[in-house]
């Protein structure tokens, strides 16, 4: 167990539809990251943020949205789905003390668009 | 850019035999390196990792060695059990600055009794 908590472990929804995929970092963890993996192009990085602030960027489409809260969870919003936004979505934190620079990684939400 | 490139798999072996995955990076400066895991149905998982060049990284039988010269991250096993039936993901990351991991394609590996 990573201590890190996504939900929902699965959800399937149609074209056009707009989910919300929640994550609960480590206790202590500032620091958020999300990923998306897909069967043919691996984990991309979505977004990081830090104690509330994004941090930095990757290939996020402009469909998707993310925000850290100020308890530290932290939500991706991805709204106007297509069938290639199916795959599964992880999130991962990691903390400052004793920083080793390892991710935890939850169990991931397996979106599927029909 | 910062990249990771994984030998391409799917990768079958017979259980007891040697595993290679091989790994290597082009970056600037000197990252960490990762190799995570992936069982199936389940999130990643830190295998193993070296922060600085010669340094030799373990776990679960498993072994990688941060060659700089040759920007290399090989993760090794000498016996591989059907257990380690898994993805495989070679990473690396800056402490500093742009903290995101970034990961090579994985590796699906099967281990046949």
């Known amino acids: 167990d990573s201590g890190v908590t996504q939900t929902p472990k699965h959800l399937i929804t149609a074209t056009g539809q707009r989910v919300t995929l929640r994550c609960s970092p480590r206790?202590?963890?500032?620091?958020v990251y999300w990923y998306q993996q897909s069967l043919d192009q691996g984990l991309q990085f979505l977004i990081h943020?830090?104690?509330?602030?994004?941090?930095a960027k990757g290939n996020i489409l402009e469909r998707f949205s993310a925000q850290q809260f100020p308890d530290l969870h932290s939500e991706l919003n991805l709204s106007s789905l297509e069938l290639g936004d199916s795959a599964l979505y992880f999130c991962?934190?990691?903390?400052?003390?004793?920083?080793?620079?390892?991710?935890?990684f939850g169990e991931g939400s397996r979106l599927t668009v029909l | 850019g910062n990249s990771v490139t994984q030998m391409e798999g799917p990768v079958t072996l017979s259980e007891e035999a040697f595993l290679t995955i091989n790994c290597t990076y082009t970056?600037?400066?000197?990252?960490?390196l990762f190799w995570y895991v992936q069982y199936p149905g389940e999130g990643l998982q830190l295998l193993l990792k070296?922060?600085?060049?010669?340094d030799k990284g373990s776990n679960k039988g498993f072994e990688a060695t941060y060659r700089k010269e040759t920007t290399s991250f090989h993760l090794e096993k000498g016996s591989v059990q059907v257990s380690d039936s898994a993805v495989y993901f070679c990473?690396?990351?800056?402490?500093?600055?742009?903290?995101?991991?970034?990961f090579g394609q994985g590796t699906r590996l099967t281990i046949n009794p």
């Open positions: 206790s202590g963890d500032l620091s």
């Open positions: 070296a922060t600085k060049a010669d």
């Open positions: 943020y830090y104690n509330g602030e994004e941090r």
């Open positions: 990473a690396l990351r800056w402490i500093q600055g742009a903290q995101k991991l970034v």
């Open positions: 991962a934190s990691s903390g400052t003390r004793g920083n080793t620079g390892e991710l935890f």
């Open positions: 970056a600037t400066g000197y990252p960490s």
